[in-house]
Structures are given as structure tokens and as C-alpha cells.
């Protein structure tokens, strides 16, 4: 079965959100349309609407995570949703449990929705086939595939400041290779018919085939970064990498790292992007992720109004399907 067949209802809404991949731009829309409607929220003296109220959203994170995690359980809270975390360093699955095992014991909870991050490729996708009618798999992070609602909040962090897409030049600098991020703002960039997508970084951080997903490739830092209107940096993905791909991280730095200077190849009202965590001094320069052109703090803000928005369209969509 497809993503986009797993992912949407008979009538074309979010049942589940696994993976940017064979949504069309009508959805995306409504997603950053609905986050839009959620972001007044944080200014209320009371910041919840009752939404998921009597729903039951657990949290599953194999893998390690801050931003992501952390917003996804404000967003719940927000919605008025009943919060599991599951510790999966003291789960059954330490004790040889099987991931389907653990999924069905908690569907056993009356689990509504779930939210999983694993190291595993597909993994969002597999546990989709497997929950019982009504129950949703929102994928926050799967392998080096997919990363969702963290390329619709960077798209919402480009429409607050450029409004649209269609006349920018947007600019994904690091290791694309190892970014699960970097396949979905790719994904995200082209379906809302953005003017020109780039990535940049050596040889040996950018895939061979990548062409074939509708960007232009530079190895040059400086030629690709010429009148861009966004930056997006990458972190260095050093625990999926095998081998040597780098000499060092100095070099590195002095090749593909963001600078002050370098900046000024961009266009002069650029905005400077990065999904987290970063690494100062490794692909940005302190005085740029501090700087008067980084939204890099109003992503994570942002995360909290799309990650509600996914979630409320699910629920909704559920709801009418019952």
C-alpha cells in the first residue's frame, strides 16, 4: 500500500501523517492554514481548546529528541488531549518485546493516536498498517526517510516571512544524504511550487540520484548560496554515517560552514533556517544563529501551532469516518 493511500481517508483527508510524499498541495495548505489559526493561542491566559478532549495521544521516542518531542506533547496538551510518554528505555521492548506486541498492548489503553520516532526506515509506515480502525500514526522522525511535521513547520516558517513560494530561491545546505528533514522540506518545497530548490554540500553528503527529486546540486557553498532568499543548515548526521566521509570538521566548517560574510551572498533579506539540534562552529557561526536574519527559535515556536494543526485535522477526519 502507498503512503498517500495510507495516509488519507476515502474522501482525500489526513487519517495518518507519515511522510510529505504523495500529499498534494491542498493539504498542505490546509496545514498551514489550520496552524495559522492555532498560533493566537499561545497568547491567551489560557492556551488549550478542547478539540482531543476525552482522546488519548501516546508518544513513542526510540530514538533520542527535544524539540520534537517536547512540542508534540505541548500541542496535545494544547488540544486537551489525556498525554502517554512511553520511557522506552524501561519499556517491555528492552526485554525482547516486539514493536507490533507494543502497539497492541497500548491500543489495549484505548490509545487514539500515536506518535512515533524510531531509527528504523519505514517503521511510521508499518505501524499505520497495523493499528486497529480509528487509531492514527503521526511520524515524527523515521530513520533517515521521513520527518513531517518538521519540514510543515519550516514551510510555515517560510510563508510567515516570504508569504508565498513560487518566486523563491530556497537553499539546503549540509548533509543531505543522512537527512530525513532534508527529504521532506524537499518534498514540501516542490509540491507548493517553490521557484528553485538548491542543496549544497561535498560530494560525498549528497546523493547520487538527487537531481531526480527536482533540485539542483552545488558542491561550491559560495555559488549556491548567491541571492538565495532562505538558508537551511543541516547538522552533520555523524551517528547514521559510515566511514570516513569528511577529512575533519574544521575543514568542513571552512568549506560548508554559515558565516557572517558568507551570508552577504544571500539576498540582503534572507532568513536562515535550521531543524536542530545545531552545532555551533561545525555548520554555523554563533554570531549568524544569534543574528538579526535566524528564525531558527521561531521554528521550534512554530512546531507547537502545526503539530495541533495535524493533529486536529486527523481527529477530525477520524470523527467523520465513524
Do not use: W
Not at 489526513?14 to 489550520?34: A, P, R
Not at 533520542?64 to 512511553?86: G, K, M, P, V, Y
Not at 522522525?141 to 513531517?148: E, K, L, R, S
Request: hydrophobic residues 40%; glycine residues 6%; proline residues 3%.
Amino acid at each position: 500500500m502507498s503512503y498517500q493511500n495510507l495516509q488519507l481517508t476515502q474522501d482525500g483527508k489526513l487519517k495518518h501523517f507519515l511522510s510529505i510524499e504523495g500529499l498534494n498541495k491542498s493539504i498542505l495548505n490546509d496545514i498551514l492554514d489550520t496552524a495559522e489559526s492555532f498560533t493566537s493561542i499561545t497568547d491567551r491566559t489560557i492556551k488549550k481548546v478542547p478539540i482531543l478532549r476525552g482522546k488519548t495521544v501516546a508518544n513513542l521516542f526510540f530514538e533520542a529528541s527535544t524539540r520534537t518531542r517536547s512540542t508534540f506533547e505541548l500541542a496535545a496538551q494544547r488540544l486537551s488531549a489525556d498525554i502517554l510518554n512511553l520511557n522506552i528505555n524501561t519499556s517491555a521492548t528492552v526485554k525482547g518485546e516486539s514493536l507490533l506486541d507494543t502497539i497492541q498492548n497500548l491500543e489495549a489503553m484505548q490509545i487514539d493516536m500515536f506518535v512515533i520516532r524510531h531509527q528504523d526506515s519505514g517503521s511510521a509506515h508499518f505501524f499505520a498498517q497495523h493499528v486497529r480502525p480509528g487509531v492514527s500514526v503521526l511520524n515524527a522522525g523515521d530513520g533517515q526517510h521521513a520527518h513531517p511535521t518538521q519540514a510543515m513547520l519550516d514551510m510555515f516558517t517560510i510563508r510567515r516571512h516570504k508569504q508565498q513560494f513560487e518566486n523563491l530561491t530556497v537553499a539546503i545546505v549540509g548533509d543531505i544524504k543522512h537527512s530525513r528533514v532534508a527529504r521532506s522540506q524537499i518534498h514540501a518545497l516542490n509540491i507548493l511550487n517553490t521557484g528553485q530548490v538548491r542543496v549544497i554540500g561535498p560530494q560525498t553528503l549528497i546523493p547520487k540520484d538527487c537531481e531526480t527529486l527536482g533540485v539542483q546540486v552545488y558542491h561550491d557553498f559560495d555559488q549556491g548560496l548567491k541571492d538565495v532568499d532562505v538558508v537551511i543548515m543541516l547538522r552533520l548526521q555523524k551517528e547514521r554515517m559510515t566511514g570516513a566521509l569528511l577529512p575533519s570538521e574544521k575543514e568542513y566548517f571552512q568549506q560548508y560552514g554559515l558565516t557572517s560574510d558568507r551570508l552577504k551572498l544571500a539576498k540582503p533579506d534572507a532568513i536562515v533556517m535550521h531543524p536542530g539540534p545545531a552545532n555551533r562552529g561545525i555548520e554555523i557561526e554563533s554570531s549568524v544563529m544569534d543574528g538579526n536574519q535566524s528564525v531558527i527559535l521561531q521554528q521550534v515556536t512554530f512546531g507547537i501551532a502545526v503539530r495541533m494543526a495535524v493533529m486536529s485535522m486527523i481527529a477530525s477526519s477520524s470523527e467523520n469516518e465513524q
